[in-house]
């Protein structure tokens, strides 16, 4: 009778239980697992996330390690304004078990967007105020860990100032770390339109063949791309798996940012409101930059790159590094990723970083 008695308690009970809201329900709640599985707890951890006045304006920085001693890590961001820190909860974790990561919104980008005045920092926003903040920020995070070389990893955008960084200050780095690195901007470009419209017509895209077929002779030599070429293009070449490998556009990583225990509720709904301010401004001009006239560098340089990279293709990347001269130089290819690999693969990602540039800073005893 008792065993009766037990067994019906449990199926009275267990309906109970099924209609109670499984948790998280709202947003508030799944950033606080987030930031709680993330939470650095070791003595000698950092995990920093404050406003560093940079270029006369104060600027987001995050910093995030579970040893001080470690090498420090500064991941310069792409875009211009398509920032990482949102991000970086799904593909940095693992990096800050052997680096202190440093990571930074730059100027009208993400929260140090929301900071400013747009009209204000609006003539701020050039190439070289971009450097010089990023020159700034490097200064700062060697004085503030007492390290005099820091590794910078330079994405997209930023592997045009991690690039510019490493020629004019080779002893402040242990490497320069270049992902989805932009070598011949505008060779790189006219492959992506080219890579788009074969990828359309083998699919028979109507859509895609008349609005790319627009916008040719796409990247003509000596002509700035207008922005709305340059969206068109990167539309059907994202929509081909060009950005993602095997996906068809980016969403699965910039989503990523809605959880982001980094930005609150409120700021999270601007997130990317930097991104189109600053494109004006600054992306015609990047993507119309012909860096492939570097030749050498007196610092390591280590490339990591998406196969199906065509956002800033790849091949043109890797016939550049075969070409320049370095201390010493590696080239790391990601089979299964595109302009994203931190994130499509972020275990290779990781592995690589902790193989191939780790051990320069250990050499140094660093």
């Known amino acids: 009778m008792r065993l009766v008695t037990g067994l019906v308690a449990v199926f009275i009970i267990v309906p109970v239980l099924a209609q109670t809201p499984v948790q998280p329900t709202n947003r508030t709640e799944a950033t606080a697992i987030i930031a709680e599985a993330r939470r650095i707890v070791t003595p000698n ?38 920032v990482s820190i949102p991000m970086s909860w799904w593909f940095s974790r693992g990096w800050e078990e052997y680096f202190t990561v440093v990571q930074w919104d730059q100027r009208a980008a993400g929260k140090t967007h929301l900071l400013t005045d747009p009209a204000t920092v609006a003539p701020t926003i050039t190439m070289d105020r971009m450097l010089a903040d990023a020159e700034e920020l490097i200064g700062w995070t060697r004085r503030e860990f007492g390290k005099e070389k820091v590794f910078v990893l330079g994405h997209s955008w930023g592997s045009y100032l991690g690039l510019e960084l490493a020629k004019r200050h080779p002893d402040w780095m242990h490497a320069y770390i270049g992902v989805g690195q932009l070598a011949d901007g505008p060779e790189s470009e006219r492959r992506g339109w080219r890579f788009a419209m074969d990828a359309a017509t083998r699919a028979a895209d109507q859509d895609a063949i008349r609005e790319l077929e627009a916008i040719a002779p796409y990247a003509a030599p000596g002509k700035q791309i207008p922005l709305k070429d340059l969206y068109t293009q990167r539309k059907w070449l994202g929509e081909y798996g060009g950005v993602m490998a095997y996906r068809n556009g980016n969403t699965a990583e910039s989503y990523l940012a809605r959880l982001s225990p ?6 999270i709904g601007h997130v990317w409101e930097g991104n189109t301010f600053v494109a004006p401004y600054l992306l015609s001009t990047v993507v119309g930059l012909d860096l492939s006239a570097t030749r050498k560098l007196d610092c390591p340089l280590i490339l990591f790159l998406g196969r199906h990279d065509m956002n800033v293709d790849s091949a043109v990347a890797a016939e550049w590094f075969e070409k320049v001269e370095a201390p010493r130089k590696q080239l790391v290819w990601f089979e299964h990723s595109a302009h994203l690999p931190m994130t499509e693969e972020p275990g290779k990602f990781l592995l690589s970083l902790v193989t191939i540039a780790r051990p320069m800073a250990e050499r140094a005893d660093d």
Do not use: M
Not at 46 to 59: A, F, M, P, S
């Open 45 to 82: 951890g950092v995990e920093r996330l404050e406003k560093v006045r940079i270029g006369g304006i104060d600027q987001w920085v995050s910093v995030r390690g579970t040893d001080r001693r470690n090498p420090v890590l500064v991941h310069i961001h792409g875009g211009p304004g398509y």
């Open 262 to 267: 980094d930005y609150t509720d409120a700021e």
